[in-house]
């Protein structure tokens, strides 16, 4: 068969049908700016014990697909409705309380390279990538115009906040419409962000001290809390939501209509002492969960202090 052109607006249509909330598309490279943000960051030991964001492969795309000419970035829209932070219960980030979003990227990326490469009547033409890939989706996405670095780290999309998920593909194909220029910065003044961080774990605008952040101790770290940390946890077992809850940009967007992520196909908004009971006796009920990653003995040390 031979080579067919793939346009933009082919690639956006077949997004959003397989269910992708935006899309976006760049050269798969990183600015210069964004390569020496990280590499300070890595210098200032701010990321702690996670020494997958090493990985030299972040520093290049085209160490993951070198024919890679073309980045496609894929926006999932997560947001859950606001909840009461509670003293008889710990809160569950909200991409966390229904399925995990990876297996759900993987089988929309799968179903996209099959369809890129009937479009193209070509092979191996692509690489699939989420966040458990060593690249730099964020700064990609900003690249490709879907929204701005917030000064709280996260990617702000013009149209869904901060609550989105990356995924993306890199293909050896070009693709019209390549974009290179981030988008116009919308956070002003604005500090909400960083005035409620409860450990205050940033040391300034776009600089997080991930050693500080409740999300690197509740899901990353299997070292013991340390007590100025945990004295300042308002209430979550699991992540954290404190700095997109509080974002101007995160007032009207859209809630998520995917099933998937809703609280019922998951464990649900809050894990109190007698839900880890359940879970230390039925542990197959965290399969398939982001929270599957901490298991139940690093969900206890969340709660309750307990070792793991």
Not at 77 to 88: F, G, M, S, V
Not at 287 to 308: C, D, E, F, M, S
């Amino acid at each position: 068969m031979p080579e067919q052109s793939i346009t933009f607006e082919m690639l956006h249509e077949t997004a959003l049908s397989l269910g992708w909330d935006d899309v976006g598309i760049t050269l798969p490279e990183i600015s210069k700016e964004n390569l020496e943000s990280l590499q300070s960051w890595l210098q200032k030991k701010l990321h702690g014990k996670l020494h997958y964001m090493e990985n030299p492969v972040r520093f290049d795309p085209k160490s993951l697909f070198p024919e890679a000419q073309t980045a496609i970035i894929f926006v999932t829209n997560y947001k859950q409705p606001k909840i009461e932070l509670r003293k008889d219960a710990g809160a569950v980030a909200s991409y966390a309380r229904g399925r995990d979003y990876h297996h759900v990227h993987r089988k929309r990326l799968k179903k996209f390279i099959r369809w890129l490469e009937s479009a193209s009547g070509e092979s191996n033409i692509a690489k699939p990538f989420s966040d458990s890939s060593p690249i730099l989706e964020k700064a990609l996405a900003v690249q490709a115009g879907l929204g701005w670095f917030g000064k709280n780290t996260l990617l702000i999309h013009r149209r869904f906040g901060t609550f989105t998920l990356l995924s993306g593909v890199l293909t050896s194909l070009k693709i019209e419409g390549i974009k290179m220029e981030p988008r116009l910065a919308r956070c002003g003044s604005c500090t909400k962000c960083l005035d409620a961080c409860p450990t205050q774990a940033f040391l300034a605008p776009y600089i997080l001290d991930g050693k500080k952040c409740l999300s690197y101790h509740l899901i990353e770290s299997k070292e013991p809390i340390p007590d100025d940390i945990r004295k300042k946890n308002p209430g979550y077992i699991f992540g954290c939501d404190i700095c997109q809850s509080v974002c101007p940009h995160n007032v009207r967007n859209p809630l998520s209509l995917l099933e998937e992520f809703r609280p019922e196909s998951g464990v649900g908004e809050y894990i109190d002492e007698a839900k880890l009971e359940l879970l230390e006796k039925e542990p197959e009920r965290l399969h398939g969960t982001p929270l599957q990653r901490r298991k139940v003995a690093g969900l206890k040390h969340n709660l309750i202090g307990t070792p793991i």
